[in-house]
């Protein structure tokens, strides 16, 4: 998983990637490809 400031051009880096907020974080995941893992902070 990569911890990043911004999310923003992580989102972008795949069509399948989904942005969801669980317990006051920020995480970038996708179903598809499980790689593309991300939280911000």
Do not use: E
């Amino acid at each position: 998983m990569k911890i990043a400031n911004s999310l923003k051009g992580l989102r972008k880096r795949d069509a399948n990637c989904k942005l969801v907020r669980r317990k006051g974080r920020v995480y970038i995941i996708n179903k598809k490809n499980k790689r593309y893992k991300a939280r911000q902070g």
